[in-house]
């Protein structure tokens, strides 16, 4: 059955937020109470996957930890009835190994936020689920219609994906979980990453891109410069986001970039500026 260990509110946040882990292993989840005893969120634990859905049936949570590995229910079955029931929850799953067809179907199936592999560090674990808070907090800004902290695209989209990456046949799981585990480290995209290990050519990357996120496809050696639009946007806010305002009409601006994540520039310029945005995407190469 569940079992529940109070946790600290978090005074940055609306409310506790409240974190369900499912493992057979009642070691694991020992373990889990003493180390998270006095984290900034409300531990709740269960023994299977059933046991997860009861009390995701019988109370509010917020971010589920999962194992892969569980009898009975398995943890790719658990997290995608979580997804198609709750898909509000955030996922993150527990596995010991990433390159098996189990954390495959997961990345493909379950919208997974973040994976974590066992044996698992106790900051590891930690900061995901503080990523994952964070993400939670973006979305009931967005929800409440605070359009300062409204970003458009947000990392659950990129994990998205990653998913349509591998269906396409573009990258295996092992070229997807290296490059992730690069990008989160050194702070480059996700995108730049794959390119730069060759796992995938930018034009077929920024074809994807253009396909899958319904944005227009330009090459900047075709465009026409209007350099009363280029000084619409400063120049640090535009290298900070690696983007060329390339025209514009009205109150709406075209604006040109590189990595699907940067389109939340559209409200920081419409804040700005009152502006709003178009984004089309181009080649990294280009827009250096």
């Known amino acids: ?100 067809e189990a954390m495959k179907t997961a990345i493909q199936s379950c919208d997974i936020f973040r994976y974590i592999s066992k044996p698992w560090q106790p900051h590891e674990l930690e900061a995901a689920i503080e990523e994952a808070a964070q993400e939670i907090n973006i979305n009931r800004s967005a929800l409440e219609g605070d359009s300062r902290n409204r970003p458009t695209f947000t990392l659950r989209i990129i994990d998205e994906i990653k998913g349509r990456l591998m269906e396409e046949g573009l990258l295996d799981i092992d070229q997807l979980c290296l490059a992730t585990d690069i990008a989160k480290t050194s702070g480059d995209s996700l995108g730049n990453i794959l390119v730069r290990l060759n796992y995938i050519k930018e034009e077929d990357l920024l074809d994807f891109i253009s396909r899958h996120m319904d944005l227009p496809r330009v090459r900047l050696s075709e465009q026409e410069m209007d350099h009363e639009v280029l000084d619409l946007v400063p120049s640090d806010l535009a290298w900070r986001y690696q983007m060329i305002p390339l025209r514009r009409s009205g109150s709406h601006l075209v604006v040109a970039i590189t990595d699907a994540a940067d389109l939340m520039i559209a409200d920081e310029i419409k804040a700005l500026y009152g502006l709003e945005i178009e984004p089309v995407i181009c080649s990294e190469v280009e827009i250096h």
């Open 1 to 100: 059955m569940p079992s529940h260990t109070s946790g600290f509110r978090d005074e940055t946040m609306d409310k506790q937020l409240t974190v369900l882990f499912v493992d057979d292993e009642q070691n694991i989840l020992d373990s889990i109470n003493r180390l998270y005893h006095s984290a900034p969120w409300r531990i709740v634990t269960a023994k299977s996957g059933r046991d997860g859905i009861e009390c995701l049936q019988n109370e509010t949570i917020d971010i589920v930890v999962s194992d892969l590995y569980m009898p009975g229910m398995s943890g790719v079955d658990f997290l995608r009835i979580v997804r198609n029931r709750w898909p509000e929850v955030i996922r993150i799953t527990l596995t010991g190994n990433i390159n098996d």
